[in-house]
């Protein structure tokens, strides 16, 4: 440890064993000012954590937001398509019906076509 003037002031500090260490005043003053810096570098951490924390809970709004957004465009577009996709199928079968007495007129016809085609 080195030889310790005689002005120099004694202060105990303990270690990990329970053990009370003479420390200098000079070298006590200077983990005193360690734990200054390192407490003021630790509230510069945790400021810097908090803006970027703020950051990314801003990130996830902004990004919530305009997903929803986009989930409420395609549920729209879906209702959509759907009303679309109904209306077409009753026409469809509108046709149909209104088709249904041509086909069945037309069916002999073309059953008696067959049928000639055979006999040749």
């Known amino acids: 440890m080195g030889m ?32 200054q810096s390192n407490a003021f570098r630790l509230r510069e951490m945790e400021s810097e954590l908090q803006q970027y924390r703020y950051r990314l809970e801003k990130m996830v709004e902004e990004r919530t937001e305009m997903l ?38 037309s069916v002999p016809v073309a059953n008696a076509v067959e049928h000639q085609a055979d006999i040749n």
Do not use: H, T, W
């Open 4 to 35: 310790m003037m005689e002005n120099e002031a004694l202060s105990f500090v303990s270690n990990n064993s329970g053990r009370f260490n003479p420390v200098s005043e000079k070298r006590l003053s200077r983990v005193v000012q360690l734990d």
């Open 68 to 105: 929803s957004r986009r989930i409420a465009i395609l549920e729209s577009c879906n209702a959509q398509l759907c009303d679309s996709y109904g209306q077409m199928r009753m026409q469809y079968f509108a046709l149909l019906d209104q088709a249904q007495p041509e086909l069945s007129s």
